[in-house]
DNA sequence: CTGAAAGCGCTAACAC
DNA sequence: GTGTTAGCGCTTTCAG
């Protein structure tokens, strides 16, 4: 119980081998003779050795840490990814060290610098769309990333995620089919956000085929929170605007525009059709049930987890890195 | 754009300084001429230069990055935590090292290795209850830490967070001060969760004091989730079950029993009363709304931050550490 | 205020 | 298989 930390040198000398020996023995251990193994483990087991990560970094080269920088941490949306991130990371031996940018584009500078610094890696970037300071940095030092979320313009090779643009054009070919033509988009700010925008294109271009055109005013920009929501909500009404349906870019927004319209009194789907965009688990359970699409946040927590491993370690990638991201048709919309 | 990073011997080169000197321009910048100041920051915008963190963590003794290991990191509670931890540890410099154990010891142990092997300055736990190889690890290692979210069965003086106890010993009164004497509980496993035992006995405290007493058949141990809370509902009345409210251990299982009762037909508060514990931001929009305990997690989030670098930089620790847990009325409980 | 030099604890050749 | 040794890149005395 002394404070002071012992060294692999201490378990060395107390197992009576040399302290190449006694690294080989923690790191290869088939690599040294069953009675060497035997006795260094004894000897840590003793002295209740713990390897110092710093020094094995600086020596080795490798942290065994993956990065992850997400816009926030609380989004049930990324809040999921990052659980399975974490687990799979963990199955693999790996830590994660996180930071999350607030959708501020210096933020997000700061953070891959302080990131870099700490010398992980590998990184795990939500997004196609990033600062270019980013992207320098991390290429000039060359350290293995993916791309999560969307694989929304880009040419990047590592990125694991869904057509935003696909997906959201599919959404809003189910909302035309249900016969709407006064159409509001719940959306949120779209500078470095690349779904964001791919959600709104491909809702645009599937009205578009149908000759429906979105009107400006009809259009919001407001947080990715149940509030943002229900301001949404609030401010299309004070402009007079009495849209059929809202297309919100994502379920929290969705949720909270179902609020704000029990507490105003208006029937959802009967006097108005709302739809999200993620499928939380929430969705399932709101009334009316939301009609949205899914997204997989878990698959790509896990399987960019996998990816960047496989990066790092310069192992050939095993997944399909392109996910469905089905409608799922609820009550919301109304029925046809 | 070369793969190869600069090292500080670079930059002092560069800048016609010692390697000392550099170093010193970099972490104590006022204790160099401001000439040598400047040399050396042309010198590390040149070259690009990024600290190498495993080298200075060796060097130094100091990582900057403070661990955090939850219980699970999408529970909405905690990911709120999770996000005012990361932003204030970020605002002073330190970066977020993030570890799960899912309710489970040995995970929690060989995590808690994994992070005291990576060599944090200071560690975050949730919880007064933890298995003793974890608590001795850190205790050997001499790393500061604090525990959050309770106050309960601990003498450690390290707590931010506040009494489980009283918080459901407060709230049972209330559902006794309803008329309830027919009472199930929905909670989780209690191994290890000192937690979930304190609301327990909170609870019943509360009850007995009325004369109250629970029937074991109407105590349900389930998963902490949506589904926990279904499956709580469901079991109970399928043991022939009518109690006339449901104290649930947390909101996320008040409102899977809640979404029971719709599919069930069951009226809320009507039929059956229930109650939560934790207010999410969603317990204020479920139908109806969730009377339950309100759990400060974004300031549990911040303030052990700002405690564990109290800790770590041996500072006084300014902020009060035991919080207040107020009983919320809504809806779902009735109205007197 | 600055330069020189001694480590921090570990890994990875290299020779045996 | 094993021991020896030379660093990894930085901080931190210690002189000056």
Redesign the interface.
């Known amino acids: 119980?002394?404070?002071a930390?012992a060294t692999l040198a201490d378990v060395a000398r107390l197992a009576g081998v040399s302290l190449g020996s006694a690294s080989r023995a923690l790191s290869v251990p088939d690599q040294v003779k069953p009675q060497t193994l035997e006795s260094v483990q004894r000897a840590v087991e003793q002295l209740?050795y713990?390897?110092?990560?710093?020094?094995q970094?600086?020596a080795s080269r490798k942290?065994r840490?993956i990065a992850a920088l997400y816009p926030?941490?609380?989004n049930?949306i990324y809040?999921?990814s990052?659980?399975a991130l974490?687990?799979t990371l963990?199955a693999h031996g790996y830590?994660?060290?996180?930071?999350?940018h607030e959708y501020k584009a210096d933020r997000e500078i700061d953070?891959a610098?302080?990131?870099?610094?700490?010398?992980v890696d590998g990184l795990i970037l939500v997004g196609t769309d990033h600062p270019p300071a980013v992207l320098?940095?991390v290429?000039?030092?060359?350290l293995p990333y993916v791309l999560t979320w969307s694989v929304d313009n880009t040419h990047y090779p590592h990125c694991v995620g869904f057509s935003n643009f696909d997906a959201a054009y599919r959404l809003a070919k189910r909302v035309v089919e249900h016969g709407h033509t006064d159409i509001a988009l719940c959306g949120g700010a779209m500078e470095g956000n690349e779904r964001a925008r791919a959600r709104v294109a491909g809702t645009r271009k599937a009205l578009a085929e149908s000759g429906i055109a979105l009107r400006p005013e009809w259009m919001l920009e407001v947080p990715f929170s149940?509030e943002g929501g229900r301001h949404a909500l609030r401010t299309l009404l004070e402009r007079g605007a009495r849209p059929s349906v809202v297309i919100c870019g994502t379920d929290l927004q969705a949720?909270g525009v179902l609020?704000e319209c029990r507490t105003q009194g208006i029937d959802v789907p009967g006097q108005l059709s709302v739809t999200g965009f993620d499928d939380i688990?929430?969705a399932n359970?709101t009334?009316p049930p939301l009609t949205t699409v899914h997204v997989p946040s878990f698959e790509i927590g896990a399987r960019s987890a996998r990816h960047v491993l496989a990066l790092v370690e310069a192992r050939p990638a095993q997944d399909e890195m392109v996910l469905d991201a089905p409608v799922v048709m609820r009550d919301s919309l109304g029925r046809l």
Do not use: C
């Open positions: 119980m002394k404070a930390r209740g713990v390897r110092n990560g710093a020094a970094a600086l942290t840490t926030t941490l609380n049930p809040a999921d990052i659980q974490q687990q963990w830590q994660l060290l996180i930071a999350s953070a610098r302080a990131i870099v610094e700490r010398g320098d940095l290429h000039q030092y060359a149940f949720i609020d688990e929430l359970i009334h």
